[in-house]
């Protein structure tokens, strides 16, 4: 094992990285060395050198395999040299005897899961599903796969037996995140600070919920108090990265992801991030090229798929953005974002696919899209169709407002949802409706107040 981490260091000390580039230090960010977009495909990075140490290791493992000598340690090193090599089902293979050999040695089941390309594969491995460290391993992998609530429930489950299991409580933390209940995962984060007020693992993914909650003092207390703890950690340089990125100082929180990539070049959650703060800085070449060492890293994040799609459609390359986000949507067929981030694409002016448009808002609508987006885009390609649809997503549109807000007319989304549906009512002879919709417009101010008024008057000559 110590010959494999030499050649895993060596390599490491002979890696190139692209625009992105690792140098950790200084104030600032030269954003004027930084790659063509299409520099590099995603894939295996060439950059990344070989150990030299895989093809000796592995004859070495192969002898003491022969022997009858090779344990559950062995086992697992022959799996991970395997991986390496890029022999894949052989590794699955040898990962899982590892698995068998000695359940406990998590490190097997950890290297496992990344070889599974999807659900329901662990079940054709022989593994060994009467130990407790098997159920830890599905609620992993059912996190790892975005199937976010069959984790939690497995881990809730499990909590039974492990009640101070800060590493488990993590889990159940994250898959809140993941579902997007916040204010849950962040009572999760809060409870392992108490149990352990020095904890660095998690924590980035804390600085994660707290960003995007705006809870810039929590956020701040936290990057304080991980640097009085370790500063020299990829976790600690993550949450002051987001510290900086909440106070829109980017450039500052792009040397501190750097600072994460150096001491771990593998690190994932710096690699999206700072693709993030490429974007904000409007350096799309370099936002590219950490994204994609981001999916180089793990094929699953689909964060950085996501962002990968949004920095093509800054770009006005629309076939390029739906690609990405079709990626997205399929590790995520439940986040409403990534449907109305594939609509609007659909919707952009190369395309003009109006009618794939009006699939993908119906599928964020489906998943409970909470900020209307769905809903507005829909009332609106109906209205341009000259389609009476047009009319059932006002409305829905309307509701969702009114209970955001009060009843009262104070958004010009309200006020062109009543609007349309006033003469909507109209012209279908639905008159009681037609005049509940301008009696509320006569709270609106300016133009829509008169034009209301206006039509009330039409609406009651119709009716006498």
Not at 286 to 300: G, T
Not at 326 to 335: E, G, H, I, T, Y
Request: charged letters at 25%; one cysteine or more; proline letters at 3%.
């Amino acid at each position: 094992y110590a010959t494999f981490l030499a050649g895993e260091k060596s390599k490491g000390q002979s890696c190139a990285f692209g625009g992105a580039n690792v140098d950790g230090g200084g104030d600032g960010v030269d954003s004027t060395q930084t790659p063509s977009i299409g520099a590099r495909k995603i894939g295996p990075d060439p950059s990344a050198g070989t150990n030299v140490e895989l093809e000796s290791l592995n004859e070495w493992l192969q002898a003491q395999d022969a022997s009858g000598s090779k344990d559950g340690f062995l086992t697992f090193l022959h799996g991970i040299v395997c991986r390496e090599s890029g022999q894949h089902g052989h590794a699955k293979a040898l990962l899982a005897e590892a698995c068998r050999k000695y359940p406990l040695n998590w490190s097997a089941w950890q290297a496992l899961i990344p070889l599974l390309t999807s659900e329901g594969e662990e079940q054709a491995l022989d593994l060994p599903r009467e130990h407790w460290v098997y159920r830890w391993f599905i609620g992993v992998f059912q996190l790892e796969m975005q199937k976010n609530k069959e984790s939690l429930e497995t881990f809730v489950a499990m909590g039974r037996e492990f009640p101070q299991s800060k590493l488990l409580l993590g889990h159940m933390a994250e898959a809140h995140y993941n579902l997007r209940e916040f204010d849950e995962a962040q009572e999760i984060y809060k409870d392992i600070r108490d149990i352990d007020p020095y904890r660095i693992d998690g924590m980035d993914n804390y600085s994660n919920v707290l960003y995007v909650k705006d809870s810039f003092a929590e956020l701040s207390h936290l990057a304080h108090h991980m640097v009085g703890t370790d500063k020299y950690t990829p976790e600690t340089c993550c949450v002051i990265g987001n510290y900086y990125s909440l106070k829109s100082m980017h450039a500052k929180a792009v040397v501190y992801f750097k600072r994460a990539l150096k001491l771990n070049p593998r690190y994932l959650s710096a690699w999206t991030l700072m693709g993030h703060e490429y974007v904000e800085m409007k350096n799309p070449a370099a936002a590219i090229d950490a994204y994609r060492h981001a999916v180089d890293i793990n094929p699953r994040d689909y964060r950085a798929w996501y962002g990968l799609g949004q920095t093509y459609e800054i770009l006005q390359m629309p076939y390029y953005a739906l690609y990405y986000y079709q990626q997205a949507v399929k590790l995520r067929p439940s986040d409403p974002r990534m449907w109305c981030a594939m609509g609007q694409c659909y919707e952009s002016d190369q395309l003009r696919m109006f009618t794939s448009a009006i699939r993908c808002y119906q599928r964020a609508v489906a998943n409970d899209e909470r900020e209307g987006i769905a809903l507005s885009k829909l009332a609106t390609l109906h209205r341009e169709k000259n389609e009476k649809a047009a009319a059932h997503y006002y409305l829905l549109n309307l509701k969702r407002l009114d209970e955001e807000s009060s009843g009262s007319v104070d958004s010009n989304e309200k006020i062109d949802a009543l609007e349309f549906l006033a003469q909507f009512y109209k012209k279908e002879g639905r008159y009681d409706e037609a005049e509940q919709a301008c009696v509320r417009l006569l709270d609106a101010p300016g133009a829509a107040k008169h034009a209301a008024k206006a039509l009330l008057r039409e609406i009651h000559s119709q009716r006498f």
